[in-house]
């Protein structure tokens, strides 16, 4: 699969090339190949309102590809991942199986992230990370309808209380109606998902987890 992108949190299938890895400080996931047309599910409004909130039913599995395009991401950032750290997500969606062969110029999407994620020295039971995206394609948008529109921002803290053994969650992300996420697994366009969950560990064998959303679209 490609990159989990921060704003999705999903990872779309395909064939091709994954590596990642450390270095030092710095950190690195890099993707590159061709996407798996799912017959299996649809892409039909539903599913991907499902796949986007990664809910219960469906644990983030339902994707709506139905081409063979090319697709690639980069994932570059330096510091403690999921703790202290900033990177780069670059996700591009090329042309399809077909575009290439026929030459045809095709649909291309091109989709950049800064992350952050910080945990303060004074409150390390606390982690503060959020995104800030831009999206460009070469669709009949005019230009000036996709400066604004074509942004996206997500943001959440993570909570731990170690002598209960529970975490709280809670996430915003806020699409804009031209940003393309489709190379994360984001399928719908200008919409607002809140979050707020809260996970407690009871024994070794038994958690329980309670979890609210709300999507506005």
Known sequence: SLSTGSLSRNAIP??????????????YDIAAGFTLPNQLFSNQAFDQLINNNSNLF?????????????????IVGY???????????????GRSWQDIRKRNPGQQQLANNLVFYTTPKRQPNLT?????GHSFSNDSTP????????????????????????????FYRNLGSNY???????????????????????????????RGALDNY
């Open 79 to 93: 510091g403690e991942k999921d703790k202290n750290s900033i990177s780069v997500e670059s996700f591009y969606t």
């Open 180 to 210: 393309n996420g489709w190379a994360q697994g984001i399928y719908l366009q200008g919409a607002k998902h809140a979050e707020l969950s809260y996970r407690q560990t009871l024994t070794k064998r038994f958690t329980f987890q309670v």
């Open 128 to 132: 503060w990370f959020g995104s800030f």
């Open 14 to 27: 395909m064939q091709g090339l994954h590596v990642a890895g450390t270095v030092r400080k710095s950190f």
């Open 143 to 170: 230009v000036s309808a996709k400066r604004t529109s074509a942004l996206a921002y997500s943001s959440g803290l993570n909570y731990q209380f170690p002598k209960l053994k529970s975490l709280l969650k809670v």
């Open 58 to 74: 469906n644990a983030g599995d339902f994707f709506a590809v139905n081409a063979t395009r090319f697709v690639s991401s980069v």
